[in-house]
Antibody, heavy 124, light 112 residues
Framework: QVQLQESGPGLVQPSQTLSLTCTVSGASISSGAYYWSWVRQYPGKGLEWIGYIFYSDNTYYNPSLKSRVTMSADTSKNQFSLKLTSVTAADTAVYHC????????????????WGQGTTVTVSS | DVVMTQSPLSLPVTLGQPASISCRSSQSLVYSDGDIYLNWFQQRPGQSPRRLIYKVSNRDSGVPDRFSGSGSGTDFTLKISRVEAEDVGVYFCMQGTHWPWTFGQGTKVEIK
């Protein structure tokens, strides 16, 4: 079955860049049938959509984060990545990668497969 | 951004009894294709979210039929016909009609 696994540093210093990778198994990220997304969950449990990538280089970012976010994909490793620059304590959260469908009438249905999430703390 | 407001935020329920969660959006969720992209997710303690229902009332594979979704326009409801112990967790609504997609604050379901 499809599995997603996040990886990256658990601690990032303020003003630095947060970098995370999601490794996908059981499906190809270049298939074109799915989009691959990042969602973060704050300590109080609220969820925020960061953005998604599909066809390896098409991206949609949340406008609230657009100036600081870059997503990319490495099809040779079947991975996609998130970079968030100039982080502050407000970026402390659990970061989830997840998959959603690009099929007609399905794109807005949210994600059907999620990674377990990785906790990132921004602190000096 | 479209604001999704859930109520109640905490829902103590007796085992075997029904439960109902409301989700209201600040704008209509009817998309240009006529569909309504209102989805429900369950997050059990220590786990990632899991989608239960998409487009208002469509249950995902493996989701028990005691879960049902309904609603239209800006007003939506998730119902659990008879709560079981495994239903404990936080439930989120999410709209996928307007970018950026947004989530409700979450409703914590616990057993009395």
């Amino acid at each position: 079955q499809v599995q997603l696994q996040e990886s990256g540093p658990g601690l990032v210093q303020p003003s630095q860049t947060l970098s995370l990778t999601c490794t996908v198994s059981g499906a190809s990220i270049s298939s074109g049938a799915y989009y691959w997304s990042w969602v973060r969950q704050y300590p109080g449990k609220g969820l925020e959509w960061i953005g998604y990538i599909f066809y390896s280089d098409n991206t949609y970012y949340n406008p609230s984060l657009k100036s600081r976010v870059t997503m990319s994909a490495d099809t040779s490793k079947n991975q996609f990545s998130l970079k968030l620059t100039s982080v502050t304590a407000a970026d402390t959260a659990v970061y989830h990668c997840a998959r959603g469908s690009l099929a007609a009438g399905k794109k807005g249905c949210g994600m059907d497969v999620w990674g377990q999430g990785t906790t990132v703390t921004v602190s000096s | 951004d479209v604001v999704m407001t859930q109520s109640p935020l905490s829902l103590p329920v007796t085992l075997g009894q029904p439960a109902s969660i409301s989700c209201r959006s600040s704008q209509s969720l009817v998309y240009s294709d006529g569909d309504i992209y209102l989805n429900w997710f369950q997050q059990r303690p220590g786990q990632s979210p899991r989608r239960l229902i998409y487009k208002v009332s469509n249950r995902d594979s493996g989701v028990p039929d005691r879960f049902s979704g309904s609603g239209s326009g800006t007003d939506f409801t998730l119902k659990i016909s008879r709560v079981e112990a495994e239903d404990v967790g936080v439930y989120f609504c999410m709209q996928g009609t307007h970018w950026p997609w947004t989530f409700g604050q979450g409703t914590k379901v616990e057993i009395k």
